[in-house]
């Protein structure tokens, strides 16, 4: 049995743990509801931009932008966005698994798949993973604070390079989509080329042609973009909000298994202190009675 210094240390160690798990869900619980609010301000506007690009390209030819055609099943490139920091549960293991049996899978045919991870943690899972192509790393790049829409614009610009280029035949976004703060949902979405929405309810016959000033490539060059940063600052929000729920509720865990383990703890020691008095008194009694 461990002695009472040993359990005594212990359990203060527990206890330690235990105020870093509380604070750290504290944090995660301020920074979820300012997360929370982004999201929430942001989809309406993304869904409406999808919808609308969606329609487009059901309008245009191909041949009217790079970024409506319609390619081969040569090269994907996956955009996968994790954390840099861990201690949330599930949240990077789930989207990253996720991402690895599509690759795996390859359900749409393609060639080659490669990945471009944001995020150390879904670099360090899949980078251990054999036929994983990673073709860049991008780390600490979401920062700690509130997301900006600078990122988002970056990595937009970089993926209409590599599409109009011709490098990649089309472009997925996967990430951590918030539903609640217990719950997110990894999901894979399409993003280059724009396809189709499912089709209107009037049909295809009774579409109407928009009217471009001043002119379709020119407006198509402003929209399709912007389009691309449009989604990939959604699903950094997306991610941002579902971290900051899942280190809440894994740090909530946590402080709930300290607790109990303190109290597993402090009975142990009450009764190795109790057991180690019985001793001394019976070492008392047997000499008194030895003097006797």
Not at 34 to 41: G, I, L, T, Y
Not at 111 to 131: C, S, T, V
Not at 154 to 173: M, P, S, T, W
Request: aromatic letters at 6%.
């Amino acid at each position: 049995m461990p002695s009472l210094k040993a359990i005594k240390k212990r359990i203060s160690s527990v206890k330690n743990t235990r105020q870093i798990t509380k604070a750290m869900k504290m944090v995660s619980a301020a920074k979820l509801r300012r997360a929370q609010e982004a999201v929430v301000a942001a989809r309406p506007y993304a869904d409406k931009v999808q919808q609308v690009l969606a329609s487009l390209a059901r309008r245009e030819d191909q041949e009217a932008h790079p970024l409506l055609a319609q390619r081969g099943k040569g090269k994907a490139l996956i955009v996968l966005v994790t954390s840099d920091r861990g201690l949330c549960g599930g949240f990077n293991a789930n989207v990253s698994k996720t991402v690895e049996r599509h690759v795996r899978a390859n359900p749409d045919g393609y060639e080659q798949i490669d990945l471009l991870l944001i995020g150390r943690k879904g670099n360090d899972y899949l980078k251990r993973r054999p036929g994983m192509t990673i073709f860049k790393v991008y780390e600490n790049f979401l920062g700690t604070g509130q997301v900006s829409y600078a990122p988002a614009s970056l990595i937009g610009k970089e993926l209409v390079e590599l599409f109009e280029n011709a490098q990649y035949d089309a472009v997925f976004l996967a990430y951590n989509a918030f539903r609640s703060a217990i719950s997110q949902e990894p999901r894979i979405v399409p993003l280059l080329p724009v396809v189709a929405d499912g089709g209107d309810e009037a049909g295809d016959e009774h579409l109407t042609d928009y009217l471009y000033e001043p002119s379709a490539s020119a407006v198509l060059d402003q929209l399709l973009p912007k389009y691309v940063e449009v989604q990939i600052f959604r699903a950094f929000l997306e991610s941002v909000a579902s971290e900051h729920g899942a280190r809440m509720s894994a740090m909530d865990s946590a402080s709930k298994n300290a607790s109990e383990m303190i109290g597993k703890l402090t009975l142990q020691y009450n009764r190795a202190r109790q057991a180690a008095i019985t001793k001394e008194l019976m070492e008392i009694i047997s000499g008194a009675e030895a003097i006797k």
